[in-house]
């Protein structure tokens, strides 16, 4: 299955946004979209030729995740912006959102509750590394 890059010129003029960032970030979608296929290419080679338990494959595999990521995020940032509300729902993302969890008002609802009792957990390690650093380095003065 072959990817096909889609144009999102209409975002350039957008306010807050240069013209030259936003070409930056329709080459570098490009490339993404390009070496998405060039690796959906190989890995079927490799498959045809019965090589999926080399080294080689095992890193094909790994990249593809990078390129598909690249390709996929750069997809929905750019179709959530140019609006005026802070989300738009009617783009991909919104409309996949829709599509698994009924609406979008309702995955807002179970999200932000998940993320403020997921926050903590994020921070607490962050904090205990700079409270285990302070501590590292007081020893060291001493």
């Known amino acids: 299955m072959a990817y096909t890059a889609e144009g999102y010129s209409s975002l ?3 306010e807050g946004f240069s013209e030259t960032l936003l070409k930056n970030h329709f080459t570098l979608y490009q490339g993404y979209v390009a070496n998405t ?3 959906l290419d190989s890995l079927s080679s490799f498959v045809k030729e019965g090589k999926v338990g ?3 494959y095992s890193e094909l595999k790994r990249r593809m ?3 598909f990521n690249g390709m996929r995020l750069h997809e929905y940032y ?3 912006l140019g609006g005026d509300a802070l989300f738009n729902e009617s783009g991909k993302l919104g409309r996949k959102i829709a599509e698994d969890f009924g609406s979008y008002k309702k995955w ?3 999200i932000i509750p998940f993320l403020i009792c997921l926050f903590p957990l994020l921070l607490l390690p962050l904090l205990r590394h700079r409270i285990s650093l302070r501590l590292a380095q007081a020893a060291l003065r001493v």
């Open 78 to 80: 750019f179709d959530n």
């Open 37 to 39: 296929n060039k690796l």
């Open 65 to 67: 995740g990078f390129e």
């Open 54 to 56: 080399t080294p080689e």
């Open 108 to 110: 807002e609802k179970g």
């Open 12 to 14: 350039i003029g957008m």
